[in-house]
T-cell receptor, first 113, second 115 residues
Framework: KQEVTQIPAALSVPEGENLVLNCSFT??????LQWFRQDPGKGLTSLLL?????REQTSGRLNASLDKSSGRSTLYIAASQPGDSATYLC????????????FGQGTRLTINP | EAQVTQNPRYLITVTGKKLTVTCSQN?????MSWYRQDPGLGLRQIYY???????DKGDVPEGYKVSRKEKRNFPLILESPSPNQTSLYFC??????????????FGPGTRLTVL
């Protein structure tokens, strides 16, 4: 059974710092991995998607990497801003069957001005 | 604009009163699914649909029903809601074909409270 773990559960950093959020998964048979942002009580905003054949994707100040063989992904946020404060979720899409997303518990990020 | 819409966004109801949460997508996606999000448990899949008239159970289907009569719509039905179904619900859609990135798009969520 696929399990996704995100560490740390919460992170608080001063504005302007570069930071890395971690995601690990137990089964490398994935189709893709998505990173989402969720503001309190709100919906999920897709940030980046990495297909299983790719190593990384970039969007603005965000860079996501994928090492499928070791079951790890990282989300790098450069020059953090208070507006980046949110919960970040990673999810892997299964290759077979339901094609469902299996989510991690998320990292709650706070950027202090 | 490509989007997934859900209605209602907020709902307070009482135990046993049947309700339906609607979900609609305008991207001609084949695949649609429902998730619920609970503190400490994360997001879990309730039901999914690979295409019209094709639905199947996810991880937590008990107490829920779905139907897929049209490609764009995938309503979630609670025949007899109970307090343990108080949660934040998300509908999602994707092309469904394992070609291309198959990115999943999520609706804005429905916050349901069952008293």
């Amino acid at each position: 059974k696929q399990e996704v773990t995100q560490i740390p559960a919460a992170l608080s950093v001063p504005e302007g710092e570069n930071l890395v959020l971690n995601c690990s998964f137990t089964d490398s048979a994935i189709y893709n991995l998505q990173w989402f942002r969720q503001d309190p009580g709100k919906g999920l905003t897709s940030l980046l998607l990495i297909q299983s054949s790719q190593r990384e994707q970039t969007s603005g100040r965000l860079n996501a990497s994928l090492d499928k063989s070791s079951g790890r992904s990282t989300l790098y946020i450069a020059a953090s801003q208070p507006g980046d404060s949110a919960t970040y979720l990673c999810a892997v899409q299964l290759l077979q069957g339901a094609q469902k997303l299996v989510f991690g518990q998320g990292t709650r990020l706070t950027i202090n001005p | 604009e490509a989007q997934v819409t859900q209605n209602p966004r907020y709902l307070i109801t009482v135990t046993g009163k049947k309700l339906t949460v609607t979900c609609s997508q305008n991207m001609n996606h084949e695949y649609m699914s429902w998730y619920r999000q609970d503190p400490g448990l994360g997001l879990r899949q309730i039901y999914y649909s690979m295409n019209v008239e094709v639905t199947d159970k996810g991880d937590v289907p008990e107490g829920y029903k779905v139907s897929r009569k049209e490609k764009r719509n995938f309503p979630l039905i609670l025949e007899s809601p109970s307090p343990n179904q108080t949660s934040l619900y998300f509908c999602a859609s994707a092309s469904g074909r394992l070609a291309g990135d198959n990115e999943q798009f999520f609706g804005p969520g429905t916050r349901l409270t069952v008293l």
